[in-house]
């Protein structure tokens, strides 16, 4: 997984995970960090294979490492960060080796990850959306009971 290797040094994946950890230092909710990136990625592949989908894994992680990656600009700017995630992500996917199809297809999933109409897609869209949700252990959360996420999006029970 040489090019998820270069993703996780590349100084724009960096300064904006910084940027992200700085932005939610005080935030006593689910955070958009790497442990969430790695969790997505990893509930990712599970169930990519589950479910007979072939998906290269580095296109998964590729994704899954920058769909939150613009989250701070959302928070500072107001730019929804699904976009602000995808800018990020065009500029770094190249530099890591990934072709134009392919960035252009990790794109499309990242831009995508909120909207729930492709959940049941069996690609990178719908991959990527259902371990995004997934990857919340709401279950364990001692914050569980004041957050504000849709009760029917809470993961009260471990799914994967």
Not at 32 to 61: C, N, P, Q, W
Not at 132 to 142: L, T, V
Request: hydrophobic share 40%; aromatic share 6%.
């Amino acid at each position: 997984m040489d090019r998820i290797d270069r993703i996780i040094v590349h100084p724009l994946f960096v300064e904006n995970l910084q940027k992200n950890r700085r932005a939610e230092a005080d935030r006593q909710f689910c955070c958009h960090d790497m442990g969430h990136f790695l969790d997505v990625a990893r509930i990712g592949t599970i169930l990519s294979l589950e479910k007979g989908i072939s998906i290269d894994r580095e296109l998964i992680y590729g994704a899954a490492l920058l769909h939150d990656i613009g989250k701070h600009k959302q928070y500072g700017e107001g730019i929804p960060h699904e976009q602000a995630s995808a800018v990020i992500a065009a500029a770094v996917l190249g530099d890591c080796g990934f072709t134009p199809q392919e960035t252009g297809r990790i794109i499309e999933a990242i831009q995508a990850h909120r909207d729930s109409s492709v959940s049941r897609e069996r690609d990178l869209r719908g991959i990527l959306y259902l371990a995004d949700k997934a990857s919340r252990p709401c279950f364990a959360c001692e914050e569980e009971a004041a957050c504000n996420w849709n009760g029917d999006k809470k993961n009260l029970v471990i799914r994967y």
